[in-house]
């Protein structure tokens, strides 16, 4: 069924969304609306079929689904000239800002039995590689439930949650997850070249190991310590290595630091 979906926002997870729904070969109608003209210029110039709008009110007019794509610290001010418009045809409602909690969408929307999705997708999703975790309220039908897990997975993979709060451990998990491969990542390439490789053949050895390192454990069934205890040989030069960073105290840094950002993803979703 042909439904008309709704980008409020057009700024990089908007684009990624689109244009996962256009490379999966969706139906829908698809309209986006932003305040910056050059933003709508580069939507059209990549897909001359998205209908641009520079009007929030008139974009969400007969909308069957509304993504909600702006910055969290600006949501409010977004959410509460649209509910009027929002009421007279009551979408369903999908939110991407993080720290952005259910029943302050539903206050700011102006009303408590709309359909809402709240989902955390990560950075990943700009290269349709993404992981998202979503929430539903309990106004959410089977129909729609499946609309927005269709929508999250044109940038990768979904991960529904029986409980909102559980989107502060996905948030600390995959929402900042990246990052803290990237810091591996940059240490792993700092320490390789003062082992005397060059910048370039240290980027590409770590970035191929990641990549097979991930590759070889989505596709086994195996968990993460069964692999690593496979290819750690006994006196070998990997558990040189391990021991090292598990004396360190890389296990216990890293339940800190999750512990951190999830402690640090409620606080914002309080605010």
């Known amino acids: 069924m042909k439904?008309?979906?709704?980008?409020?926002?057009?700024?990089?997870?908007?684009?990624?969304?689109?244009?996962?729904?256009?490379?999966?070969?969706?139906?829908?109608?698809?309209?986006?609306?932003?305040?910056?003209?050059?933003?709508?210029?580069n939507i059209q110039h990549n897909w001359s079929n998205v209908a641009?709008?520079?009007?929030?009110?008139?974009?969400?007019?007969?909308?069957?689904?509304?993504?909600?794509?702006?910055?969290?610290?600006?949501?409010?001010?977004?959410?509460?000239?649209?509910?009027?418009?929002?009421?007279?045809?009551?979408?369903?409602?999908?939110?991407?800002?993080?720290?952005?909690?259910?029943?302050?969408?539903?206050?700011?929307?102006?009303?408590?039995?709309?359909?809402?999705?709240?989902?955390?997708?990560?950075?990943?999703?700009?290269?349709?590689?993404?992981?998202?975790?979503?929430?539903?309220?309990?106004?959410?039908?089977?129909?729609?439930h499946d609309l927005a897990e269709s929508i999250l997975r044109s940038v990768g993979s979904t991960l529904w949650l029986d409980r909102e709060e559980l989107l502060d451990a996905v948030t600390a998990v995959s929402g900042s997850g990246p990052a803290y491969y990237f810091l591996v990542m940059e240490a792993m390439q700092e320490a390789a070249q003062k082992l005397g490789l060059s910048a370039e053949d240290a980027r590409l050895l770590v970035l191929q190991t990641a990549f097979g390192a991930a590759k070889l454990a989505l596709e086994s069934s195996d968990d993460a310590g069964t692999l690593r205890q496979r290819v750690t040989s006994k006196g070998g030069t990997t558990e040189a290595a391990l021991k090292k960073l598990v004396h360190g105290g890389l296990p216990e840094l890293f339940e800190e630091a999750l512990v951190a950002a999830a402690l640090r993803s409620k606080e914002l979703s309080e605010i």
């Open 52 to 144: 641009a709008f520079s009007d929030n009110i008139e974009a969400v007019k007969d909308a069957d689904v509304v993504v909600l794509a702006v910055k969290p610290q600006i949501m409010r001010l977004v959410c509460e000239p649209l509910q009027k418009a929002i009421q007279a045809h009551n979408p369903l409602v999908i939110s991407i800002a993080a720290g952005i909690n259910i029943t302050n969408l539903a206050l700011w929307l102006g009303d408590n039995t709309l359909a809402l999705v709240r989902c955390m997708p990560n950075t990943p999703s700009l290269v349709q590689s993404g992981m998202t975790g979503l929430f539903a309220n309990k106004e959410v039908t089977e129909f729609q």
């Open 3 to 41: 439904k008309i979906i709704t980008f409020i926002g057009a700024g990089n997870m908007a684009r990624s969304l689109i244009a996962g729904l256009i490379q999966d070969g969706t139906q829908h109608s698809i309209r986006i609306s932003d305040p910056d003209e050059s933003q709508l210029q």
